[in-house]
């Protein structure tokens, strides 16, 4: 049977940050996947250049355009030091003993770093067992760390842009699976 290529989506169930080690014409490589916790929301959206050719008084004779990147946008739970390093560089370090251990996260970086994005969706309305969509070599480009109001959980958020792989060619993909496979290890 072939694969559905249409579907209705409902809910974001994980998603998952990668430190990308190198994107060569010849090969991709990425660190430990790294858990988002408490996936609440993502999004993704093209961006567009477009030019237009006028003449012979302000007609349009031609019009371009072309994706430049997608903008993509996650909204989570819980504040990660594993995933502010991977999305902002810097460093994590643990110091005491096990009785009065403290972990910390130090922003140092003086690049911010490329990563892949990683996101599933599996409560869908057709034969398929999941959606998967990657975007092979973000940055981030804003959010909020940390927030806080009496009587309201704060919610970390980043935005970051995908831009071409030098590997694949591509800012990324989107798969419907019809066997459940979930995220890379």
């Given at each position: ?94 110091a005491g003993s096990s009785s009065s251990e403290t972990a ?82």
């Amino acid at each position: 049977m072939a694969a559905d290529k249409s579907t209705i989506t409902f809910d974001v169930a994980d998603c998952k940050v990668y430190e990308m080690l190198t994107d060569t014409d010849s090969s991709a490589t990425y660190g430990a996947a790294v858990d988002v916790p408490g996936i609440q929301e993502v999004t993704v959206e093209a961006n567009f250049v477009t030019a237009e050719l006028k003449g012979d008084g302000g007609k349009v004779l031609a019009k371009k355009g072309k994706i430049d990147r997608l903008n993509f946008s996650a909204t989570y739970s819980e504040l990660s030091l594993d995933v502010m390093k991977t999305i902002y560089g810097g460093t994590v370090a643990t110091a005491g003993s096990s009785s009065s251990e403290t972990a910390s996260y130090e922003f140092n970086s003086r690049s911010l770093p490329y990563f892949k994005v990683e996101f599933l969706i599996n409560d869908i309305e057709s034969d398929l067992s999941e959606i998967a969509m990657v975007l092979n070599k973000c940055q981030v480009t804003g959010g909020s760390i940390m927030g806080g109001s009496t009587d309201n959980f704060s919610q970390p958020q980043f935005d970051a842009e995908a831009i071409l792989s030098a590997y694949t060619g591509a800012f990324g993909t989107v798969e419907f699976r019809e066997a459940v496979t979930g995220l890379s290890a």
